[in-house]
Nanobody, 124 residues
């Protein structure tokens, strides 16, 4: 069993940055492909970004390209999502999820383990 915990959410103004982290307990997160998803009120959960098990492959939703960066830290104990130039439409609960797949999947049903989510609010 793997437990995932997200951290780093908060309330920021448009144009600001936030860095989310996803930590795992029970098994090292480096074993898993990790995806970041978000869900805004009244909307479906959507893929944001992901990084493969080896750390060599990444994938981004169109809305995240050029603004968000997903990475593993040097010790591979967390997977981080650096979010720059935040917009009000980025407001959502952000979840990290882990999959045994080698490569990133955009389909949330491909992920086995989920964190509890962290709220990101972008507002002036």
């Amino acid at each position: 069993q793997v437990q995932l915990v997200e951290s780093g959410g908060g309330l920021v103004q448009p144009g600001a940055s936030l860095r989310l982290s996803c930590a795992a307990s029970g098994r090292t997160i480096s074993y898993y492909t990790v995806g970041w998803f978000r869900q805004a009120p009244g909307k479906q959960r959507e893929f944001v970004a992901g990084i493969g098990r080896s750390g060599g492959s990444t994938d981004y939703a169109e809305s995240a390209k050029g603004r968000f960066t997903v990475s593993r830290d040097n010790a591979k104990i967390t997977v981080d999502l650096q979010m720059n130039s935040l917009k009000p439409e980025d407001t959502a609960v952000y979840y990290c999820a882990a999959s045994g797949r080698i490569n990133v999947a955009r389909d949330y049903t491909q992920y086995i383990y989920w964190g509890q989510g962290t709220q990101v609010t972008v507002s002036s």
